[in-house]
């Protein structure tokens, strides 16, 4: 049976130095990151997107890491969205963080999941993978397991979902990349196991599993240090 969801770490915390955007990338080094590039202007948001095609605007904020809620995400965009989607941008911005960076990322397909590491005070280490990635609090489709994994553990531990056959080529689905999905939670889980109690948990949603053989990619990062 799946086991209940960790309560997710409170926004509050991030006053007091959660890890974000470039830096929780630069931390979480042993994962794939989708590109992102820092935009200053509408005219380069829009130069962008109309070389990447679809493309998400956001605003990095480590006081405010949980985005979605405060509107400081826009997207899909194209060339003809993108400018006013800076401008949308930067104006809420000024009103919560005026030195946090906006980032253009171009949109990625896939299989969403969400993967997580914590360090539980009394077993240590610890990491989940569930599906449904930004909605996995509603599909509630989670499995945990001690850190560190080997990429062998951490492939079983995804295809032991209830939702393993989006993965796997449901109702003629391609097959998504499982084994790079499970190169992401191994590495997590040798970061917390690593990290020696140094972070309390850390968040990796969502982690995009693109088609078998195109790997995957974590759209967003955050770390939460033990002092947080």
Known sequence: PAAALPDAPHPAAAARGVVAGAAARR??????????????SREQAAELAGRWGRS????????HPH???????EGPLDRASAGAAYARLAERRSAIDAAAPIVMQPAVGGVELALGAYHDPTFGPAVMVATGGIFLEIVRDARFALAPLDEEAALRLIRSLRGAPLLLGARGRPRADVRAAACALAALSRFIADADGAYSSVDVNPLMVREEGKGAVAVDAIAFPAEA
Do not use: D, P
Request: charged letters at 25%; a negative charge.
């Open 67 to 73: 985005k979605t809620e405060l509107a400081l995400v």
């Open 27 to 40: 931390l979480l080094s042993g994962i794939e990151h989708v590109e992102s590039v820092v935009v200053t």
């Open 56 to 63: 998400f605007l956001k605003v990095e904020s480590e006081a």
